[in-house]
């Protein structure tokens, strides 16, 4: 149990479909993050949510949607991805905000295939 | 600005033997530097955090790292490998906005080998 936990671990989808990818935090945090990992690619910040407003969006193409209903929830909605956008997407919470300084917490991780 | 470079893609050691993980840093200003590790199929786990206090920092593990302004470098040590300590291990430093946006190396990859 990491605390943040993401649904599913696997998903695969075709280009046309449209699949969300979840988050929950136990940990009573009030930040939150999207982030990709890709294959021999250093971490890439997709969004940052603090206190349920989303603080920063970096230049993520629209075919990603986040949604941030509560400070314990965090939702990726996908829609017509493209085969480069297979990656591991992790999610994570912090305490204090977005402070560079915080530690962050990290679920397991969805891996997305895109076919 | 901000970067970080892992001097290395890939170490192997011998269980019991010390382990040495490199990582250099360029920085406008006192930045927080972080180590975290990841497991096969896991998210990051964070290993241990400076943030202008001591300069050696111990963490999770038996880990530590060692901030060296004059060298901008922030390795991290163990004296002793084992066999769990194989995984991928990030070097990590602050960016320059207050916006929660850190600066991840590409990885260090640690084999342990029996």
């Excluded at chain 1, 940990?27 to 690619?41: D, I, R």
């Excluded at chain 2, 590790?37 to 790292?65: C, D, M, R």
């Excluded at chain 2, 960016?95 to 850190?102: A, E, I, M, V």
Aim: with cysteine; net charge positive.
């Amino acid at each position: 149990e990491t605390g943040v936990t993401q649904t599913p671990r696997h998903l695969v989808m075709g280009m046309t479909n449209k699949k969300s990818l979840k988050c929950e935090q136990h940990l009573g945090h009030n930040a939150m993050y999207w982030y990709k990992q890709s294959a021999k690619k250093p971490l890439e910040l997709m969004f940052v949510y603090s206190l349920e407003e989303r603080v920063e969006n970096n230049s993520v193409p629209s075919r990603f949607s986040p949604e941030c209903p509560n400070s314990s929830h965090l939702f990726l909605h996908l829609h017509t991805l493209q085969p480069e956008d297979s990656a591991l997407y992790l999610c994570a919470s912090s305490q204090g905000g977005v402070r560079g300084d915080s530690p962050l917490h990290f679920g397991n991780g969805t891996r997305l295939t895109v076919t | 600005a901000q970067s970080v470079t892992q001097l290395d893609s890939h170490v192997s050691v011998s269980e019991g033997t010390p382990v040495l993980l490199r990582c250099n840093y360029s920085s406008s200003y006192s930045p927080s530097l972080f180590w975290y590790v990841q497991h096969p199929n896991k998210g990051l786990q964070l290993l241990l955090k400076y943030t202008s206090a001591a300069t050696l920092v111990k963490g999770i593990n038996g880990f530590e790292a060692e901030f060296k302004k004059s060298e901008t470098s922030f390795h991290l040590t163990k004296p002793s490998a084992h066999m769990s300590d194989a995984a991928e291990y990030f070097c990590v430093v602050t960016g320059s906005s207050n916006t929660g946006k850190l600066i991840f190396g590409q990885g260090t990859t640690l084999q342990v080998k029996p």
